[in-house]
């Protein structure tokens, strides 16, 4: 019984796992667009964060704690 649940249950948790990176990145996404501040973002749902971020996110790049970037990291 035990080694039955336990292999249902790895299963049922390697299936899932796209659905909840997707989840784990829209979340990233919405919480950045919540960031910016503006009325229009800050009601935009889990779901709908990845269109929205295409929309305000127009170019991404990553800084040194100097303020320069830092080369390869631009994405547009």
């Keep these: 019984m035990v080694v039955v649940v336990g292999g249902l249950l790895a299963f049922v948790s390697t299936s899932l796992k796209p659905i909840q990176e997707d989840n784990v990145r829209n979340e990233k996404k919405q919480l950045i667009l ?6 229009e973002t800050k009601s935009i749902t889990r779901e709908d964060a990845g269109e929205q971020f295409k929309k305000y996110v127009v170019e991404r790049l990553i800084l040194d704690y100097e303020g320069n ?3 390869g990291t631009q994405v547009d």
């Excluded at 919540?34 to 009325?39: L, M």
């Design 34 to 39: 919540k960031a910016i501040g503006s009325e």
């Design 69 to 71: 970037i830092i080369e």
